[in-house]
Protein backbone atom coordinates (compact mmCIF):
# COMPACT_ATOMS: atom_id res chain seq x y z
CA UNK A 1 0.00 0.00 0.00
CA UNK A 2 1.34 3.65 -0.95
CA UNK A 3 -0.07 6.44 0.94
CA UNK A 4 0.68 10.05 -0.33
CA UNK A 5 0.83 12.79 2.45
CA UNK A 6 0.48 16.51 0.19
CA UNK A 7 1.09 19.68 2.31
CA UNK A 8 2.52 23.52 1.53
CA UNK A 9 -0.61 24.93 -0.35
CA UNK A 10 -2.03 28.08 0.50
CA UNK A 11 -3.09 31.34 -0.35
CA UNK A 12 -0.05 33.86 -1.86
CA UNK A 13 -0.27 36.88 -3.73
CA UNK A 14 0.91 37.03 -7.35
CA UNK A 15 4.70 37.03 -8.01
CA UNK A 16 5.05 34.84 -4.60
CA UNK A 17 6.05 31.64 -3.67
CA UNK A 18 5.22 28.33 -2.58
CA UNK A 19 6.68 25.05 -1.51
CA UNK A 20 4.57 21.80 -1.84
CA UNK A 21 5.59 18.70 -0.41
CA UNK A 22 4.47 15.21 -0.80
CA UNK A 23 5.67 11.95 1.02
CA UNK A 24 4.19 8.56 0.11
CA UNK A 25 4.50 6.18 3.04
CA UNK A 26 4.42 3.02 3.10
CA UNK A 27 6.58 -0.23 2.66
CA UNK A 28 8.12 1.25 0.06
CA UNK A 29 10.43 -0.34 -2.02
CA UNK A 30 10.99 1.95 -5.14
CA UNK A 31 9.21 5.10 -6.98
CA UNK A 32 9.94 5.46 -10.54
CA UNK A 33 8.44 8.92 -11.05
CA UNK A 34 7.24 11.50 -8.81
CA UNK A 35 4.83 14.32 -9.92
CA UNK A 36 2.44 17.29 -9.35
CA UNK A 37 -0.34 17.73 -11.49
CA UNK A 38 -3.17 20.24 -11.03
CA UNK A 39 -6.81 20.87 -11.82
CA UNK A 40 -8.61 24.56 -11.90
CA UNK A 41 -12.23 24.60 -11.89
CA UNK A 42 -13.50 23.94 -15.14
CA UNK A 43 -10.68 22.44 -16.96
CA UNK A 44 -9.13 18.78 -17.65
CA UNK A 45 -6.02 17.51 -14.88
CA UNK A 46 -2.83 18.39 -16.52
CA UNK A 47 0.91 17.91 -15.47
CA UNK A 48 3.06 20.50 -13.52
CA UNK A 49 6.29 18.84 -13.26
CA UNK A 50 8.00 15.09 -13.10
CA UNK A 51 10.75 13.86 -11.74
CA UNK A 52 12.15 10.11 -12.39
CA UNK A 53 14.33 8.32 -10.59
CA UNK A 54 16.84 8.82 -12.57
CA UNK A 55 16.76 12.63 -12.08
CA UNK A 56 15.13 13.33 -15.54
CA UNK A 57 12.40 16.32 -14.99
CA UNK A 58 9.71 17.05 -17.42
CA UNK A 59 7.69 20.87 -16.97
CA UNK A 60 4.35 22.04 -18.69
CA UNK A 61 5.49 25.14 -20.52
CA UNK A 62 3.42 27.38 -18.39
CA UNK A 63 5.85 26.54 -15.73
CA UNK A 64 9.52 26.66 -16.98
CA UNK A 65 11.51 28.93 -15.60
CA UNK A 66 9.76 29.70 -12.15
CA UNK A 67 9.26 25.80 -10.73
CA UNK A 68 11.44 23.26 -10.12
CA UNK A 69 11.31 19.67 -8.54
CA UNK A 70 12.97 17.51 -6.42
CA UNK A 71 13.26 14.40 -4.80
CA UNK A 72 14.10 12.81 -1.53
CA UNK A 73 14.94 9.07 -2.31
CA UNK A 74 15.60 8.52 1.33
CA UNK A 75 11.98 10.34 2.18
CA UNK A 76 10.45 8.97 -0.33
CA UNK A 77 9.13 12.56 -0.95
CA UNK A 78 8.87 15.15 -4.32
CA UNK A 79 9.02 18.82 -3.81
CA UNK A 80 7.29 21.51 -6.01
CA UNK A 81 9.21 25.25 -5.37
CA UNK A 82 6.60 27.48 -6.77
CA UNK A 83 8.01 30.98 -7.68
CA UNK A 84 6.68 34.21 -9.76
CA UNK A 85 3.24 32.62 -8.90
CA UNK A 86 0.54 34.18 -11.51
CA UNK A 87 -3.27 33.55 -10.77
CA UNK A 88 -3.87 31.38 -13.48
CA UNK A 89 -1.77 28.84 -11.41
CA UNK A 90 -4.45 28.63 -8.98
CA UNK A 91 -5.79 25.09 -8.72
CA UNK A 92 -5.81 21.79 -6.73
CA UNK A 93 -2.53 20.81 -7.27
CA UNK A 94 -1.51 16.52 -6.64
CA UNK A 95 1.09 14.54 -6.09
CA UNK A 96 1.56 11.57 -8.36
CA UNK A 97 3.76 8.69 -8.12
CA UNK A 98 4.47 5.98 -10.47
CA UNK A 99 5.36 2.79 -10.95
CA UNK A 100 6.00 1.91 -6.95
CA UNK A 101 7.25 -1.60 -5.46
CA UNK A 102 6.73 -2.06 -1.97
CA UNK A 103 6.72 -4.89 0.38
CA UNK A 104 3.98 -7.20 0.96
CA UNK A 105 3.37 -10.37 2.55
CA UNK A 106 6.91 -11.16 2.03
CA UNK A 107 7.47 -10.14 -1.44
CA UNK A 108 7.13 -6.98 -3.56
CA UNK A 109 4.51 -5.47 -5.37
CA UNK A 110 3.81 -2.96 -7.94
CA UNK A 111 1.34 -0.25 -8.09
CA UNK A 112 1.34 1.28 -11.27
CA UNK A 113 0.28 5.13 -10.24
CA UNK A 114 -1.00 6.31 -6.80
CA UNK A 115 -2.46 9.66 -6.26
CA UNK A 116 -2.81 12.01 -3.43
CA UNK A 117 -6.20 13.88 -1.89
CA UNK A 118 -4.77 17.55 -3.37
CA UNK A 119 -4.06 20.78 -2.17
CA UNK A 120 -5.40 23.81 -2.86
CA UNK A 121 -2.97 26.51 -4.11
CA UNK A 122 -4.71 30.48 -4.92
CA UNK A 123 -2.75 33.68 -6.03
CA UNK A 124 -4.57 36.31 -5.67
CA UNK A 125 -4.27 39.87 -4.39
Known amino acids: QVHLVESGGGLVQPGGSLRLSCAASGTIFSINSMGWYRQAPGKQRELVASVTSGGSRNFADSVKGRFTISRDNAKNTVYLQMNSLKPEDTAVYYC???????????????????WGQGTQVTVSS
Open 96 to 114: NVGGVRYYRGGGLLYVAES
